[in-house]
């Protein structure tokens, strides 16, 4: 299983980002998505999730009502669209994949809000 994130950049406070996680997995649609993400000198903390059955999406209290989540199975890739960012949300973003008792996770991109 690989997973690739992409979309990380430096963006202004306020701006949008959408960050991919692009998945290799046969049977991508049993897959539970999350992502996490980690600020440096910080624990690595879950952002939100994805689930497989009716696609229900779960945030952490700081982020609700900024990012949203979505999944598109037909490209194997979920997606974390990020707006109205805030510096406290520099940190780099993980994509991870979980079925059963197995975790997967990707390399990371990192996300900057700075003006």
Do not use: H
């Not at 959408?18 to 879950?46: K, N």
């Not at 669209?81 to 059963?100: F, G, H, I, W």
């Amino acid at each position: 299983v690989q997973l690739v994130e992409s979309g990380g950049d430096l963006v202004q406070p306020g701006g949008s980002l959408r960050l991919s996680c692009a998945a290799s997995v046969f049977a991508f649609t049993m897959y539970t998505i999350r992502w996490y993400r980690q600020a440096p000198g910080s624990e690595r903390e879950w952002v939100a999730s994805v689930l497989t059955d009716d696609g229900s999406t779960y945030f952490t209290d700081s982020v609700k009502g900024r990012f949203t989540i979505s999944r598109d199975n037909a490209k194997n890739t979920v997606y974390l669209q990020m707006n109205s960012l805030k510096p406290e949300d520099t940190a780099v973003y993980y994509c991870n994949a979980q079925r059963l008792g197995n975790n997967y996770w990707g390399q990371g991109t990192q996300v900057t809000v700075s003006s």
